[in-house]
């Protein structure tokens, strides 16, 4: 892993993997893009009431009438559990990081999917990371970010973006803590 190890080239827009064996997934980010792509194409044909979900990674446009935003539940860390909680979305994409779907326990120790940077490791917190954004690119993005930079550092980065509001659940050693940003609760 390391962007050293992926060379672009702008000018023939074309991108070398400098390693033998090495591959891209893109799966991060791919339904992302997706979405916002798929919402435009809806939009420039002039329908603006609409929701569009890629596994998890959600995108509101205009409520359904009579309604002031979506119904849209938040995962518990349980992924058997229902709901934790609801947002009424409109115009407005949400996205929850974490790993209640994808993890694996090693000597006792769980790993998430979700990778360090500084280590090169899965983050060993059990943890929910619901971000509301413009677009559903950006709302992925802060999540996963706020993953890995954790509740403190994590709220700071979402409380300097614009329209952006996260809630954070973190299970920790065996003790369940929840923090917000301040407009998490306008939804």
């Given amino acids: 892993m390391g962007y050293q190890k992926l060379k672009l080239d702008p000018s023939r827009r074309t991108a070398r ?3 033998p064996g090495m591959r891209l997934d893109l799966g ?3 339904a992302d893009y997706a979405v916002d792509q798929a919402m435009a194409v809806l939009r420039r044909h002039g329908i603006h009431r ?3 979900d890629a596994s998890g990674d959600i995108l509101a446009a205009s409520p359904p009438p009579g309604q002031e935003g979506w119904k849209i539940g938040i995962a518990p860390l349980d992924a058997a559990g229902p709901p934790s909680r609801y947002l ?3 115009d407005q994409a949400v996205t929850t990081s974490g790993d209640a779907f994808q993890h694996v326990v090693f000597d006792a120790q769980r790993y998430s999917h979700i990778v360090d940077p500084a280590t090169g490791l899965g983050l060993t917190d059990q943890s929910s990371v619901t971000v509301i954004a413009a677009d559903c690119i950006s709302a992925d993005s802060l999540a996963t970010a706020v993953c890995v930079l954790g509740p403190e550092k994590g709220l700071r980065l979402i409380e300097q973006t614009e329209h952006a509001a996260a809630l954070i659940v973190r299970n920790r050693s065996g003790k369940v803590e929840t923090v917000e940003s301040r407009r998490f609760g306008e939804h």
């Fill in 88 to 90: 009424g979305l409109h």
């Fill in 28 to 30: 991060g980010i791919a």
């Fill in 17 to 19: 993997l400098l390693v």
């Fill in 50 to 52: 609409a929701l569009i």
